[in-house]
């Protein structure tokens, strides 16, 4: 975990209920587990899909839906090898890498500090005189692979790291069709792939990942006003969907952080809870805005000999553009939004007992997997044909869900654990009146409403302005 600070003490849950959550509910688990796994890689189940997407369409909603000045590009993950070159990738795109001969595993030499001994969990690498630790060396990162159907014959070729240099390559493309000139930018989402020495922190740092990132091209004079622009907007996304702002934070990197093409960087942090026993929660990276510059145009131009440049009729001035770069990735926001959203809270049983604890995702609306679940009752009386029919009203405007499995406390309560806000029981009530029993996930709060209008009622209370109950 990319940690700038020592643990500090907080409320927020520990990691293992976000993993134990996370795999009861059919959100994310361990891929190729029925093998025993594989390192950091991790496979999303249906609720962890609807979420991911949700987290994503947020994200497009912020820089196309609200804006006038982002188009959009999907590039290949697969690209000539001289884009890596151009980018520096090749060179420096490396971690210091050290082995311990004594347990035979592997560590980034600069996070042995918040690592676990092979041999002894309590302590870091290198801390215990069985430690036998070698000289740190680089280890790029990139995965290589070849083009053509025989490996010797074919070309090499790398899984992109970052989906930037998809943008930065297709400059030229997008300056000509989408009719834009700077300030614009180009926004992408998708797959980028990094040999991690030291993954880990579940969804948190793993080899494949989707990014969500977006390069927005300015005239040089006006890097800096765009830079404090971004830096701005892509916080208030992350609070807008209900992060807690005193678990966020905008960090600016020192001097020595700096890549040495960046006049400015900052990261938005959120406090993670972390694996380690006795870890606490760390501030570590959720998404990170960079000047840029005009450093990866110059250098596509220079590697490429095609002109990577704009030309201003109006004033006749002919310039390459400066870059402010907002990059996140799906993932790890997922993660925050869940982590932010988990909360135990001792109710009443609803009609079940006194006293239980129920956990609850307390997820914005619009983020929820499931919107709303339409509940039967009894599986009698005529309720699950009424129970159909307004589930069929309610998915034609949300994603909704049928559910008459268990009693009715039981389903209440997997649907806390999904995050799904609200829940439309049918009774026998509903068969005389023709109405429901619409229960709010964070208040608990039931009311009757009429089933005729249903669907749009339910879009309105999604959609309606939202704040966390955590800040209550």
């Not at 688990?29 to 496979?43: K, M, N, W």
């Not at 280890?139 to 014959?153: A, D, H, Q, Y």
């Not at 006194?354 to 309720?383: C, F, N, W, Y």
């Not at 609200?422 to 964070?442: K, N």
Request: charged share 30%; net charge negative; with cysteine.
């Amino acid at each position: 975990m990319d940690d700038s600070d020592s643990p500090v003490t907080d409320d927020v849950v520990t990691m293992e209920k976000i993993v134990a959550l996370c795999k009861r509910r059919g959100f994310v688990f361990a891929s190729s587990e029925i093998y025993g796994g594989i390192g950091s890689t991790y496979d999303y189940g249906h609720y962890g899909v609807l979420l991911k997407a949700n987290v994503k369409n947020e994200w497009w909603r912020a820089m196309l839906t609200e804006r006038d000045d982002i188009v959009a590009i999907d590039s290949a993950i697969l690209q000539h090898p001289r884009v890596w070159e151009a980018s520096g990738h090749l060179q420096g795109f490396t971690d210091p890498l050290v082995d311990c001969r004594t347990c035979g595993k592997r560590y980034r030499a600069d996070h042995l500090s918040e690592l676990q001994c092979g041999r002894k969990p309590s302590k870091h690498p290198g801390e215990t005189d069985e430690c036998d630790l070698t000289q740190a060396r680089d280890f790029n990162l990139m995965f290589e692979t070849t083009i053509g159907p025989v490996k010797e014959s074919g070309s090499v070729a790398y899984l992109r790291p970052e989906t930037a240099q998809g943008i930065f390559i297709n400059f030229k493309n997008v300056l000509q069709f989408s009719r834009k000139k700077p300030p614009f930018g180009i926004a992408q989402i998708g797959k980028s792939f990094r040999n991690e020495i030291t993954p880990g922190n579940f969804i948190f740092r793993t080899r494949e990942f989707e990014q969500m990132e977006m390069e927005f091209f300015v005239a040089p004079d006006e890097a800096q006003q765009w830079f404090e622009h971004w830096l701005a907007e892509r916080e208030l996304w992350y609070t807008g969907l209900g992060i807690r702002p005193d678990h966020l934070r905008l960090r600016a990197h020192d001097a020595d952080e700096l890549s040495h093409y960046s006049s400015g960087t900052s990261d938005v942090e959120y406090l993670f809870p972390s694996t380690t026993p006795g870890g606490g929660a760390r501030w570590s990276e959720l998404e990170g805005i960079a000047n840029r510059g005009d450093f990866d145009l110059t250098r596509h131009a220079e590697f490429s000999g095609e002109k990577l440049e704009y030309f201003d009729q109006a004033s006749g001035q002919r310039y390459v553009p400066h870059v402010i770069e907002p990059a996140a990735g799906a993932d790890r926001a997922t993660l925050a939004f869940l982590v932010d959203a988990y909360d135990e809270e001792v109710v009443a049983g609803e009609g079940e007992g006194s006293g239980e604890t129920r956990i609850v995702l307390r997820l914005h609306p619009r983020l929820a997997p499931v919107k709303a679940a339409v509940l039967p009752l009894l599986k009698k009386d005529g309720m699950p044909e009424l129970a159909r029919e307004v589930h069929r009203a309610v998915r034609t405007v949300v994603q909704a869900e049928y559910d008459d499995g268990g009693s009715i406390g039981k389903r209440y309560r997997r649907h806390d654990e999904i995050g799904t806000p609200f829940c439309l029981t049918i009774d026998h009530e509903s068969l005389g009146d023709r109405t429901v029993t619409l229960r709010d996930r964070d208040s608990l709060a039931q009311e009757r409403i009429a089933i005729e209008g249903i669907a749009e009622e339910i879009e309105r209370r999604v959609t309606a302005p939202w704040i966390t109950p955590k800040l209550a």
